[in-house]
């Protein structure tokens, strides 16, 4: 009975962080953006970012330093100089896309876009579009 009872917990306490989550929306418009994102702890993490300026920067940790249950990262940047970085850490599954679409002088362009993902059971997705005119 003892054992039953131990179980039913461990189950409901599972349920319970599934159902919890993470959540981030970020929009920024101006000459200069700057975002930073941090979701920990044993849950669904999502982040949306996006940034429309001449110099864009964002960063998302999700599950760095305690890990999620899954991760989503979005990240979509309109600037002369784009910069993102996205670092994953899941039991389960971690998906992440960057856009980037740089505009103006030439040799004042640049896309940078590095991910980093970490998954115990599940998959790993990544997605980078970048686009200079």
Do not use: Y
Not at 16 to 45: D, R
Not at 77 to 97: D, E, L, P, W
Not at 111 to 120: E, F, I, K, P, Y
């Amino acid at each position: 009975m003892r054992k039953l009872f131990f179980a039913s917990v461990a189950v409901f306490a599972l349920s319970s962080a599934a159902q919890a989550a993470n959540t981030s929306t970020t929009v920024q418009v101006g000459l200069v953006n700057g975002s930073s994102v941090s979701q920990q702890g044993l849950t669904n993490s999502t982040s949306s970012t996006s940034q429309l300026g001449i110099v864009n920067s964002a960063t998302t940790m999700q599950g760095t330093s305690s890990a999620s249950l899954n991760n989503g990262s979005t990240v979509n940047q309109i600037g002369v100089q784009n910069s993102a970085t996205t670092g994953q850490v899941a039991f389960g599954n971690n998906g992440s896309s960057i856009t980037q679409d740089s505009f103006g002088p030439a040799a004042l362009q640049n896309n940078s876009a590095s991910v980093g993902q970490l998954s115990v059971f599940g998959i790993n997705g990544s997605s980078v579009s970048q686009t200079a005119h």
